[in-house]
């Protein structure tokens, strides 16, 4: 504690002003921490690009809650969180409408065909207009890959186009109406297929050689979720045979990526990681982590954490003589 407050770092480029409103009279925030400050941090809220491991924990053994601003985590080692007893809060929703925003601008964007249409009015090939191969959303197939939050509102924004709905989901089956059996299936009759899965183990390249093999010819491919779901390799040679005919990227893996010959094709639309941060968006995920912080400060349960076993833990640790 510092003046009496609790102590909460950024691990990250977090703006002041986005946490204040709720952290302000209960903690100092601390916008850039050294060795000091992080050996009294009692909370941290954690960006998407910083990385909280067993070494940076070492580094602040007093915290108690790791608020990340997003539900992904994968740089965030929660078994490691959990074992000390530290609740790694995770803010789902916030960013939900935004996401889905992106994934369906993008497949606006790619079926549309906007950027090869921009460079023809550019470079004054008007004449060529004829043969652009504009498509529509109305009437086309989405398939929705994961089908939580994000998920659900990209398909009701699709479905708002007129589009028809098809979703799978490995942990929590859709409804009837637009179940998949499986990830094949959904492959094979989707127009866009938008990805809004974690990237897990099992997900990890779920979009591979195979799963393109199945897709359905002349179909858009959009991932806002995890770099790590698509094989990079394998959807160059999709997009450059001509099995894709577009491909919408907000998530790389790496992050920033490397060169690549994908990201240089004209049939390609790329964003870095920004989706989930428009402006209203990145307010409420921020509002929303501090207010996490602050609940396990004040011994009160967080609205949503990545392992709820952490309680476990952290009662265990208060009982230690």
Not at 21 to 41: I, R
Not at 78 to 88: K, L
Not at 140 to 158: D, H, P
Request: glycine fraction near 12%; charged fraction near 20%; charge should be neutral.
């Amino acid at each position: 504690m510092a003046g009496g407050l609790p102590v909460v770092v950024a691990l990250g480029p977090v703006d002041p002003a986005l946490v204040s409103g709720v952290l302000d009279g209960h903690c100092q925030f601390v916008t850039a921490p050294g060795d000091a400050e992080l050996a009294v941090a009692a909370g941290a809220i954690v960006r998407a690009d910083a990385r909280v491991d067993q070494a940076l924990l070492r580094k602040a053994p007093g915290l108690k809650v790791i608020a990340r601003t997003g539900v992904g985590v994968d740089l965030v080692d929660v078994p490691a969180a959990t074992a000390r007893g530290i609740a790694v809060v995770i803010t789902p929703g916030a960013g939900a409408a935004a996401v889905a925003e992106g994934a369906i601008g993008m497949a606006l964007h790619l079926v549309k065909r906007f950027g090869p249409l921009t460079a023809l009015v550019r470079e004054e090939r008007w004449a060529e207009r004829g043969g652009a191969g504009v498509g529509d959303l109305d009437g086309a197939t989405l398939g929705v890959v994961g089908y939580g939050r994000i998920g659900r509102r990209t398909a009701a924004l699709g479905a708002a186009f007129g589009m028809r709905i098809l979703a799978y989901d490995p942990v929590s089956e859709p409804p009837a109406d637009v179940r998949c059996a499986d990830l094949g299936d959904l492959a094979a009759r989707s127009d866009v297929i938008t990805l809004h899965l974690p990237l897990t183990a099992q997900t990890r390249h779920l979009v591979d050689d195979a799963f393109l093999a199945r897709v359905k010819p002349g179909a858009v491919l959009v991932n806002c979720s995890r770099g790590g779901l698509t094989d990079t390799d394998a959807v160059w040679r999709s997009l450059s045979g001509g099995r894709l005919s577009g491909v919408g990227l907000d998530v790389f893996d790496p992050e920033p990526p490397g060169r690549h010959p994908l990201y240089s094709h004209p049939d390609v639309v790329l964003t870095p990681h920004l989706m989930g941060l428009s402006r209203r968006a990145t307010a409420a995920t921020f509002t929303a982590a501090a207010r996490g912080v602050l609940d396990v400060l004040s011994g009160r349960e967080p609205q949503a954490v990545a392992d709820p076993a952490w309680r476990t833990h952290a009662a265990r640790k208060e009982i230690r003589p």
